[in-house]
């Protein structure tokens, strides 16, 4: 095998130590993230490094990176104190990915992009209307990581929107069906196929194939 | 749509919510935690809800549920400040979800579920043979989330193995060869495409594919 020691990766290329450490925890759920400036603006971005954190209460987080290198989402949640998330199918990878592109505070990336904000009487941020996935957060907290200036931003889930037929009778959301991708490193897509659902694992009992 | 409101998923069976919320957030990157014991005995544990947290410094975050639903990956961690996470490929889908099982202290899940720890000199905790995508964290903090009693451990990348040929020229890891899976849910393990790698996004220009 190949072996790498944190010394050589502090000596590497940085464009090449991103691509490596960032696919190194592998795949990720690439979704776009938005909010609604004070002014009334509407920003849309993509952000790749989402974790679940519990089922009840519903809470959900993100990794944003420091202030000075992604300002616009971060601010938009803390004035607002509500934000959406939006799964990304293959047919808006290309616009999903050119959100990350540093387009000034004046400017509307579902415009820039082309994808259509749907706003809805239920909720206080703007959707993706193309999205077959869509849910709606309330901000709880955005901690602080004393190690490199990031935050994780912990939100609760107020509301989901989805595509009919994706929720199987035991609430197992059916993504690949929804088309939703992954994501791996700073720039690479990928669809889905299932290998096996697996029954909950008891010890000296072998879990079985949920059809 | 299907719409669902929060006092919708308040009333829901406890199980049902689980598989909703777990794969509501999209795919993950579940991985095996290896870890030694304060008596030498190794433990082994699937983690569903890892997220990079930077590259410079190489830190990556996993959420541990609360101590008493998850003891024993966490006070190994805790105690020796260093552990193992390795990639699952489809060849270990079942092995891997049986970890999940609550086995008693006095066992290794590498014994019960047949797996092969593999110890080298490099490190001090235990890597899992059978993987392409092995590597050595040491502990850089346990931060207690307040809203469910969850926390986020955040390591530091020490060390990589990697199985040849699976870092392109710029630094990407191409692990769809490799074949590490990605999970949803509690329970479901898939494969991966690749759909397509973008260059950078700059405002006004469109992204190309990278080959």
New interface residues.
């Given amino acids: 095998?190949?072996?790498?020691?944190?010394e050589d990766?502090?000596a590497?290329d940085?464009?090449?130590?991103?691509?490596?450490?960032?696919?190194?925890?592998?795949?990720?759920?690439a979704?776009l993230l938005g909010t609604s400036s004070g002014s009334g603006r509407f920003n849309l971005a993509i952000f790749?490094?989402?974790?679940?954190?519990?089922?009840?209460?519903?809470?959900?987080?993100f990794?944003n990176r420091p202030r000075e290198a992604a300002p616009h989402t971060l601010a938009n949640i803390e004035a607002s104190g509500y934000y959406t998330?939006n799964?990304i199918t293959?047919g808006i990878?290309?616009q999903a990915?050119?959100?990350?592109?540093?387009?000034?505070e004046d400017?509307s990336e579902f415009e820039?992009v082309g994808l259509q904000p749907q706003v809805r009487g239920?909720f206080p941020a703007p959707y993706v209307s193309e999205s077959q996935?869509?849910?709606g957060m309330r901000l709880?907290?955005v901690?602080p990581?004393?190690?490199?200036g990031?935050f994780?931003v912990?939100g609760?889930?107020?509301?989901?929107?989805?595509?009919?037929g994706?929720?199987?009778p035991?609430?197992?959301?059916d993504?690949?069906r929804a088309g939703?991708?992954?994501s791996?490193?700073v720039?690479?897509?990928?669809?889905?196929?299932?290998?096996?659902?697996?029954?909950?694992?008891?010890?000296g009992?072998?879990?079985r194939p949920?059809l």
Avoid at 48 to 61: C, E, K, M, Q, Y
Avoid at 187 to 203: K, N
Wanted: hydrophobic share 45%; with cysteine.
């Fill in positions: 095998m190949q072996y790498i020691h944190h990766m502090r590497w940085r464009f090449f130590r991103v691509h490596f450490i960032n696919s190194l925890s592998g795949f990720k759920s979704s790749s490094n989402l974790v679940h954190i519990g089922a009840d209460p519903a809470l959900i987080g990794i998330i799964h293959e990878v290309r990915h050119q959100t990350s592109a540093k387009y000034g400017i820039a239920t996935v869509q849910y709880e907290e901690v990581l004393r190690q490199n990031t994780l912990i609760a889930v107020e509301e989901v929107w989805l595509a009919e994706l929720c199987l035991d609430g197992f959301l993504l690949e939703s991708i992954t791996l490193g720039d690479a897509y990928y669809q889905t196929r299932l290998v096996t659902r697996l029954s909950y694992a008891r010890p009992q072998e879990a949920i």
